[in-house]
């Protein structure tokens, strides 16, 4: 059975950073490209980034493009989420997700997912 859990979420002010951790069992990792997606109350659920199972491939939605970092950790089957320069409208449930080895932007497109870790950024 393939989980992933995330954690790392909080309350933090605006300029804040955060580092969302998830981490990954039941499916070889390493093979695994993982993406992270958000949801806003009331919102849709958006791309924020994506790594390659390589590590060498990176994706950023425009929005948190210089702001946010992906990075994996292949010997603890680990992605981390670092998040700079926190605004209010970042304020999200963030999720992530494992598909085949190949990034992508599209939540569809991916077969696992966490439940979930809770950011708030206060103005």
């Known amino acids: 059975q393939v989980q992933l859990i995330e954690s790392g979420g909080g309350l933090v002010q605006a300029g804040a950073s955060l580092r969302l951790s998830c981490v990954v069992s039941g499916r070889t990792f390493i093979r695994s490209a993982i993406g992270w997606f958000r949801q806003a109350p009331g919102k849709e659920r958006e791309f924020v980034g994506t790594?390659?199972?390589?590590?060498?491939?990176?994706y950023y939605a425009d929005s948190v493009k210089g702001r946010f970092t992906i990075s994996r950790d292949n010997a603890n089957d680990t992605v981390y989420l670092q998040m700079n320069s926190l605004k209010p409208e970042d304020t999200a449930v963030y999720y992530c997700?494992?598909?085949?080895?190949?990034?992508?932007?599209?939540?569809?497109?991916?077969?696992?997912w966490g439940q979930g870790t809770q950011v708030t950024v206060s103005s």
């Open positions: 997700a494992a598909r085949g080895s190949v990034t992508s932007t599209l939540g569809h497109e991916y077969d696992y």
């Open positions: 790594v390659s199972a390589s590590g060498r491939i990176r």
